[in-house]
């Protein structure tokens, strides 16, 4: 669902900033309506993908109640709700609050390779966090699913993490606004970063914090190597012609 949705924004993003031009009323409308028909069908699609691998035929796709689907998780709510539901009471009464801890914990987990340093070492750079929500209540969430950012931001930092989201919007208002100054920088990370600080409300806060290394590495870096070798004002052209700049 993120590289498909990336695949789309990204473009679109790019298209209204360099060209002004948006896509028409009807595409989000259209996206909104697909999304809550497929979205609470997720699990049941990844079965019927799985089945898939074995079988050879997509013939249980067609047995997947999409409306019926839609219509439960609208009357008794999304596992990721009760996820949400369990972490926050249980910090709440325990009172164990990561104070941004399990930031770090999954930045160690998506860039420290185990095959290459081991599973022994990669762990021992991690901090050991309580399951607070097991200690609690005994609560394990279902596989496949997430906790959302509501649940994140206040086991690290209590009502205090709704800073997390004031922050998180300051920072991409920042980079729109200059991006629509034709910062070619700017417009290329609010790009990358849009489906990241929308997923932060889903999935957690940590989705907005990942991603930065990577940008910083390859991005950044690779940006600063062409301008440095620029022969013909790359990179610094002004206005909204900056891309055609770059091209030339």
């Known amino acids: 669902r993120q590289p498909a949705a990336e695949f789309v924004l990204i473009p679109a993003s790019t298209l209204w900033f360099i060209r002004g031009k948006a896509l028409p009323r009807i595409a989000p409308i259209a996206a909104i309506v697909g999304m809550l028909l497929i979205l609470p069908s997720t699990g049941a699609y990844r079965g019927a993908a799985d089945t898939a691998k074995h079988s050879g035929t997509w013939e249980q796709l067609n047995d997947i ?141 940590f989705e907005f914090i990942i991603p930065w290394p990577h940008i910083a590495l390859f991005l950044l870096s690779g940006l600063y190597w062409a301008r440095d070798r620029s022969t013909a004002g790359l990179l610094r052209v002004e206005g909204p012609g900056i891309l055609e700049g770059v091209l030339r």
Request: proline share 4%.
């Open 65 to 205: 109640p999409f409306l019926g689907n839609l219509q439960a998780t609208l009357e008794y709510g999304g596992p990721e709700l009760t996820n949400a539901v369990m972490k926050i009471e249980a910090a709440d009464q325990s009172g164990l609050y990561d104070f941004g801890r399990s930031l770090w914990n999954a930045m160690l987990f998506i860039y420290v390779p185990r095959q290459i340093v081991g599973q022994e070492f990669k762990q021992s750079l991690m901090i050991s966090l309580p399951n607070v929500e097991y200690e609690a209540f005994g609560y394990v969430p279902d596989y496949g699913t997430t906790w959302t950012g509501f649940a994140t931001a206040f086991a690290s930092f209590w009502y205090l993490g709704c800073l997390m989201f004031f922050f998180i919007g300051w920072a991409m208002g920042r980079f729109y606004h200059r991006a629509i100054d034709g910062d070619l920088i700017a417009q290329v990370v609010y790009s990358l970063m849009l489906v990241q600080s929308v997923i932060v409300i889903t999935h957690g806060t």
